[in-house]
C-alpha cells in the first residue's frame, strides 16, 4: 500500500462547478496534510495546509480532514479554466520529508 | 515568488556525465530538502538538510548521487555517470519554523 494515494484522474468539470479531489494516506498518526498544484512543467506550488478534523476554508478552496478515515479532500467551488492542473496531495513522514501522492490530473473546461 | 531559486533551469547531458545543481534557499529556511519527480509521479523524497547537517537520505539516493549544504546557506546536489534512468525534474525545497515546504522552480535533467 501507497503511503499516499490519489485517483490520478483525469478530472474533468465544467467552468463553474464544484471539484472534489480525494486522497488517503496510510499513516494514522500523520498530523498535517498539504495540497499542492503543479501547473504542467513547474514545480508544486502550496495551495493550503489542514490540521485539524473537520473544514478549512480559504477562498474557492476548502480542505477537508477524517483522521478516523485516514481521508483528505480539497474542494474548489466555482472551478476556473485557470485552476486546469494537477494537485498533489502531501503528507510529513520522519522529520517533515513529504510523502506525496502521484497527483489528480484536473481539467476544467470553459 | 516562494524565495527558492535553482540553477540551472534546465540541463542536457549525455549519459556517463556528472552534473551538479545549486538549490538557493530564503536565509530563514533552516531545512532543505531535494526530491526528484518523474512524468506522471509525485515528488519523491531524496534527502534534506538541517543547516549544514544532511540528516536523512533516501534508498533512492544511490552511490552516484552526493548532496551538500556547506555553510547552511546554498546547497547543491551531484550526480556523478549519470544514466538515462535519471531524467527527471530535481526539486529543492525550503522548510523554516513550521512543516510547510516551499519549493523552487525546479531543475529538468534530461540524459541523452
Known amino acids: 500500500q501507497k503511503e499516499v494515494e490519489q485517483n490520478s484522474g483525469p478530472l474533468s468539470v465544467p467552468e463553474g462547478a464544484i471539484a472534489s479531489l480525494n486522497c488517503t494516506y496510510s499513516?494514522?498518526?500523520?498530523?498535517?496534510f498539504f495540497w499542492y498544484r503543479q501547473y504542467s512543467g513547474k514545480s508544486p506550488e502550496l495551495i493550503m495546509f489542514i490540521y485539524s478534523n473537520g473544514d478549512k476554508e480559504d477562498g474557492r478552496f476548502t480542505a477537508q480532514l477524517n483522521k478516523a478515515s485516514q481521508y483528505v479532500s480539497l474542494l474548489i467551488r466555482d472551478s476556473q479554466p485557470s485552476d486546469s492542473a494537477t494537485y498533489l496531495c502531501?503528507?510529513?513522514?520522519?522529520?517533515?520529508?513529504?510523502?506525496f501522492g502521484a497527483g489528480t490530473r484536473l481539467t476544467v473546461k470553459p | 515568488d516562494t524565495g527558492v531559486s535553482q540553477d540551472p533551469r534546465h540541463k542536457i547531458t549525455k549519459r556517463g556525465q556528472n552534473v551538479t545543481f545549486r538549490c538557493d534557499p530564503i536565509s530563514e529556511h533552516n531545512r532543505l530538502y531535494w526530491y526528484r519527480q518523474t512524468l506522471g509521479q509525485g515528488p519523491e523524497f531524496l534527502t534534506y538538510?538541517?543547516?549544514?547537517?544532511?540528516?536523512?537520505k533516501s534508498r533512492l539516493l544511490s552511490d552516484r548521487f552526493s548532496a551538500e549544504r556547506p555553510k547552511g546557506s546554498f546547497s547543491t546536489l551531484e550526480i556523478q555517470r549519470t544514466e538515462q534512468g535519471d531524467s527527471a525534474m530535481y526539486l529543492c525545497a525550503g522548510l523554516s519554523g513550521t512543516d510547510t515546504q516551499y519549493f523552487g522552480p525546479g531543475t529538468r535533467l534530461t540524459v541523452l
Open positions: 538538510f538541517q543547516n549544514e547537517a544532511q540528516l536523512e
Open positions: 499513516d494514522r498518526g500523520s498530523q498535517s
Open positions: 502531501a503528507v510529513p513522514y520522519n522529520n517533515n520529508d513529504m510523502r
